[in-house]
């Protein structure tokens, strides 16, 4: 469903399919719905609803995919009508966010927004749960789980909610642990950069670039999770961290937007911010001013001055010479590289020599 004009629902719909493919799914077919609002029943409407359920007749879909976030009402109508499970944007982000994390941290983040996002759609699964145990819920089931009075559906919500507790504490220590390594490094005058930029600018391909890390590095939607700290040298020999953090997405999850902020804090150590922008995009500025607002954000939340920023136009290899020409007008102070290619990375290695040389730092201890 949208309201918006084609383009956008297109633009909107071919970033859906490339989330889905990256949870492993092969995409089948799209059909898209015009309403001022969604339906309050099905989200999609009934006429539309039939047509879906012969589409997937024909072709032989086992799941439905919404772009949007459906409420449990709607996912369970829906599911009627097109007899295959539906679930919707948010769901398929939060899959994606749990299939690729690898960090303690990252994982438990994940986890937690999972949770927050099945609570309240836990009453029509718990419900239907006690209706197939044969009989009202609180009547069977659970002996010695429950507190006083409570129904199967209380108990499940009271689990997941000390859960959820557990979970953000561990995240709070793990949290401090990454800051006293932080200020470790700050302490040992390591210089840092951390890389920023819209999700598929090309930031861990950069970081191999500039170090040998064999960082995984994916033609996919959200391949870097956790934030990634390597050591790299200067053309003088210094050594400087590196830090690979999170890539930017359009219609993030609220759900996630608390695990992205954190792993984000990363950038409030950094002397330098790294801001990679894929070159090959046709309009960058829209990425490069949403990355800038949630950097300032974090920095402010965090009361950091913001470090200096760097930006890097990446992929100038695949660019068309207008684009990259018009780049150029527009973003006097960028430099211009292909990670690929290897195309202007010498140039770049030589501005983060220069930029740090000037930190006065004289000593160039290694992490632990
Ligand atoms: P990240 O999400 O910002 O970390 O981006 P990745 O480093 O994972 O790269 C995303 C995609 O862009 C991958 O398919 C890379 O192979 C590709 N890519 C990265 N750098 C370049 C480049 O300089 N030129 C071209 N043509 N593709 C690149």
Redesign the pocket.
Known sequence: WTDGTAAQAEGSMSELAALAETAGSEVLDALVQRRDKPDAATYIGSGKANELREVIVANGADTVICDGELTPGQLTALEKVVKVKVIDRTALILDIFAQHATSREGKAQVALAQMEYMLPRLRGWGESMSRQAGGRAGSNGGVGLRGPGETKIETDRRRIRERMAKLRREIKDMKKARDTKRARRVDNRVPSVA?V?????????????LTDAG??????????LDPTTRRAQLEDGREYVLT?TV?FVRHLPTQLVEAFRSTLEEVTGADLLLH?V???DPLPEEQIKAVREVVTDVLRETDTPAPQELLVV??????DALTLTQLRGLLPGALF?????G?GIDVLRARLGEILGRLDIEVSVLLP
């Open positions: 890389i930029g819209y999700t598929n600018a090309g930031k861990s391909s950069l970081l191999n670039s960082v995984l590095v994916q033609d996919a939607l959200f391949a870097t690979d890539g990679v894929d070159g090959a990446n992929k100038i290899d695949a660019a590289v292909s990670a690929h290619t195309e």
